[in-house]
């Protein structure tokens, strides 16, 4: 079965930190761009992070994360990562994973920073 699935999600106090997972199964994950999406409430989609296919050549942070989000991925476990430290309460959103073209998404996973 073609999906993703994230984990990782939860409650957490301002400055602290997550580490999402998203693990993906049916498809030769290493031949993907890999994105994280997030939604927070009432708002549209925010492209919060994206890896190229090896995860080290080029990576992207929205301005609003970079230099807290790290991205990563391993292509060996089909998952990709995003560790989040420093978090704000602005950083409340449901986060997906998403597949390169947009055209796979996990069921997302909430992250709530109060």
């Known amino acids: 079965q073609v999906q993703l699935v994230e984990s990782g999600g939860g409650l957490v106090q301002p400055g602290g930190s997550l580490r999402l997972s998203c693990a993906a199964s049916?498809?030769?994950?290493?031949?993907?761009?890999m994105y994280w999406v997030r939604q927070a409430p009432g708002k549209g989609f925010e492209s919060v992070s994206t890896?190229?296919?090896?995860?080290?050549?080029?990576?992207y942070y929205a301005d609003s994360v970079m230099g807290r989000f790290t991205i990563s991925r391993d292509n060996a476990k089909n998952t990709v990562y995003l560790q989040m430290n420093s978090l704000k309460p602005e950083d409340t959103a449901v986060y997906y994973c998403?597949?390169?073209?947009?055209?796979?998404w996990g069921q997302g996973t909430q992250v709530t920073v109060s």
């Open positions: 890896t190229t296919i090896s995860g080290v050549d080029m990576t």
């Open positions: 049916g498809f030769t994950f290493s031949s993907y761009w």
């Open positions: 998403v597949r390169d073209r947009f055209d796979l």
